[in-house]
């Protein structure tokens, strides 16, 4: 969720501009709403009969009912909106604030964004490698360790409740906030999920999975209407939810989008009838932030509001558009029952109650932050996740990992060697402690005696401005003190020549405004990505050039402003070339900018990255890619490579993990979980406009269940990766399939053998075929088990995959429930779904 979008509203037409220096086209800018607002950071139900009975009084223990009982209208309202927290403290550093009631003795809350960590306002959190990699690990154990690092830091800085996981479905390759979510596959996704919100809760802290549902692309996100048939909805998009809700998640964040027609926050089909009566769900539903449409949303399963129209930091804090003093009118009116109040208020303080927040130790008690356990879980998780995509080497010799002089006379290339890539951006975006450089990862592994040199290829800040270029000229560094809320600079630019100029802000504590004469204003600020690097296209000649800003309240604003000239981006691109030429290996980073709030306008690597690639590999074809992208990309480079690392965006220690798994400290065990588009006419969105964008304001999951690797095995479509796929610096080999059904399902046998010479990972992977007794639309394949084993080398070792009945059923939507999928089905066992080593037969 964004979590500052005042200007959602507004008619004022405008660029929005992207720190990868594209803009795109779209409302006022989120930009300033969104950093500022962080700042502050009938109840009858209808039963199946037709009858109607009392909500509150059926949910929430007698205590909970009981103080319930006892609050007075505005305290029942102070429950169903977020506000600002105290501006002292850490309570201010979340996204909402809840007072609680102090005379009864249940305590203020407040939460905070997620899912790559712990986004404090202002402040600095453990940055974990994104929920990409974490699923790329095909590891319940990693997730689980994952939740508790959230779970841990949540309550150690002062928060009650983190607005994660994500699990919406990777249904779009240019899906803008991919990154945050897990996987194209259903189990992938609720297997990780369920694991990561146990890890959540186990520390205290409440778990909100969102985007309640069908919240697959940023495009039109607030208003685009996602109709899915029954079928797919119920086996692709929910069980990631139905997941989170069997594994004990506090909360449910319904989303912006449409489904079937009704706003999802508004969808009594949705939060009443599938998240209470098929699910049994027991905690509360919020809205995404400004999500909710109107006071009757309460009647429909919706408990709260999250949002504020925000201004300024030195602005009054608003009210809530719907849940305030909108919904104490209808109360008061009598258009909203009051019980429906009531109902929502015990299911929020019910889960307070839960986590022993109305308990005065229980609920006080704050762990110490330990940053040196969050660091090791980070490093642990890159090092699983990474996936080595291509490693053929040249010369009949593998890449990687990097022994000899190809691991002592390196040129290292790229802006994101030297600037880590540590994760996307928007309300994912994670402030660090510290985050080393690629760069440095690999001078200090590489030792001392070798021989690195480092080139950025594409500079995406460049060099501070002289006095001959900024009059009067500019010094980077503190501009305003904190709390302050001004203009700072005025001069003009001398531009030398006509061309493409790269403007790079760099900020902290705060929020920058740069505006060029004639050109759409630049935003920075640091709680969004603390570079923000943008293309103007320039005149020869003079512009104005003003900045303005605000700084929070405990933090003065300091900015440092460069450029790169079209002379510089050329002389940058040949420095490269030079430098691969003389070197034995060339390693190249590249990276792409995954972000809420827009999806990618192609699938290829932005500004020129990919040319940047073609250029080093011609004149060194030993070169190896490092991508630290957050979904998948094209290569048009890579039967010139050596080989390619996917680290996705790796977190604060992904430097270390990379430098690593490149020498072979490491053995690479990932695999994807999102098929990779060999083109961007070749996956399921491709020439169907129906499906994504959408075609007034709609759209269609016309593929039906056919979904990622699925949709690939039914068109008879070759994937650049396919799903599951990841190599390794060992071999494995796989024998003696055996297949069982079980009363829960089936289990699945194999022995599998390390048949290389390094101690590895490998992820069994079970799919089954369809049934042919089953006339509704099946997978050609679809994963249904794994398990991951370690093995020394010549190790072998018996692994039983269950499968479990889920797995064995079909939607049928003339029930409207699950029902068995009768009939034998073809097991299909691999490393991944193109790498199929054995097939089976389970009898019917």
Known sequence: MLSRRPAERTTRPHTRFRTDGRRRPGRAPRLLALTVALLCTSGLLTTANGTTTSAAAEEGTPRVRGLVARMTLDEKLSFVHWTAGPQDGPLARGVGYLPGVPRLGIPPLQAADGPVGLRINGGRATAMPTPTALAATFDDGLALAYGKVLGHEGRALGQDVVLAPMVNNIRVPHGGRNFETFSEDPLVTARTAAAEIKGIQSQGLMATVKHFAGNNQETDRFTVDA???????????????????????????????????????????????????????????????????????????????????????????????????????????????????????????????????????????????????????????????????????????????????????????????????????????????????????????????????????????????????????????????????????????????????????????????????????????????????????????????????????????????????????????????????????????????????????????????????????????????????????????????????????????????????LYGDVNPGGKLTQTFPAAENSHPMAGRPERFPGVAGRQEYSEGVHVGYRWYEQQGVKPLFPFGHGLSYTSFSYRDLAVQRTATGATVRVTVRNSGHTTGKEVVQVYLGPSAQVSAPQAVKKLSGYTKVTLAPGQEKRVAVTVDARRLQYWDTARHAWQDAPGARTVQVGSSSADIRLTGRLAP
């Open 227 to 661: 109709t899915i048939d029954e079928q797919t909805l119920n086996e692709v998009e929910l069980p990631g939810f139905r997941s989170a809700v069997e594994a004990g998640a506090a909360s449910v964040m319904c989303s912006y989008n449409g489904v079937n027609g009704t706003p999802a926050c508004s969808s009594d089909q949705l939060l009443r009838k599938v998240l209470r009566e098929q699910w049994g769900f027991k905690g509360w539903v919020m809205s995404d932030w400004l999500a909710t449409k109107a006071t009757t949303d309460i009647t429909k399963g919706l408990d709260q509001e999250l949002g504020l129209e925000m201004g300024k930091p030195t602005d009054p804090v608003p009210d809530s558009l719907h849940f305030g003093a909108a919904l104490k009118a209808a109360v008061t009116a009598g258009t909203v029952p009051e019980s429906a109040l009531d109902r929502s208020v015990v299911r929020i303080v019910g889960q307070m109650e839960r986590f022993g927040l109305l308990d005065p130790a229980g609920g006080t008690a704050r762990p110490v932050r330990d940053a040196s356990a969050g660091r090791e879980t980070a490093r642990e998780i890159a090092e699983n996740g990474a996936v080595l995509l291509s490693n053929t080497g040249t010369g009949g010799h593998r890449a990687l990992p990097l022994t000899g002089t190809a691991g002592t006379s390196l040129a290292v290339i790229g802006d994101s060697a030297r600037h880590p890539k540590v994760s996307g951006l928007g309300s994912a975006h994670v402030v660090p402690d510290a985050a080393e450089s690629p760069l440095e990862a690999l001078r200090e592994r590489a030792g001392e005696n070798a021989t690195l040199t480092y080139e950025p290829g594409i500079d995406r800040l460049g060099t501070p401005l002289s006095a001959a270029e900024l009059s009067p000229v500019f010094h980077n560094g503190k501009q305003l003190d904190p709390g302050a809320d001004r203009a700072f600079y005025d001069g003009t630019l001398t531009v030398p020549a006509d061309g493409d100029y790269r403007i790079g802000v760099r900020v902290d504590g705060g929020l920058a405004i740069l505006q060029v004469e004639g050109q759409e204003p630049v935003y920075a600020a640091d709680s969004f990505s603390e570079t923000t690097s943008v293309v103007l296209t320039l005149t020869k000649g003079t512009h104005k050039l003003a900045m303005s800003g605000w700084a929070w309240p405990d933090r003065p604003l300091s900015v440092d402003l460069t450029w790169v000239t079209p002379e510089q981006s050329s002389r940058n691109i040949e420095r490269a070339v030079a430098a691969a030429a003389g070197a034995r290996t060339a390693v190249v980073f590249a990276q792409d900018e995954g972000s809420e709030g827009w999806d990618r306008p192609s699938l290829s690597l932005p500004d020129g990255q990919d040319e940047l690639i073609a250029a080093v590999t011609e004149a060194n074809p030993n070169t190896v890619v490092v991508l630290n992208t957050g979904s998948s990309v094209l290569m048009p480079w890579l039967d010139s490579t050596a080989a390619v690392l996917q680290m996705w965006y790796p977190g604060q220690e992904g430097a270390g993990a990379t430098a690593a798994l």
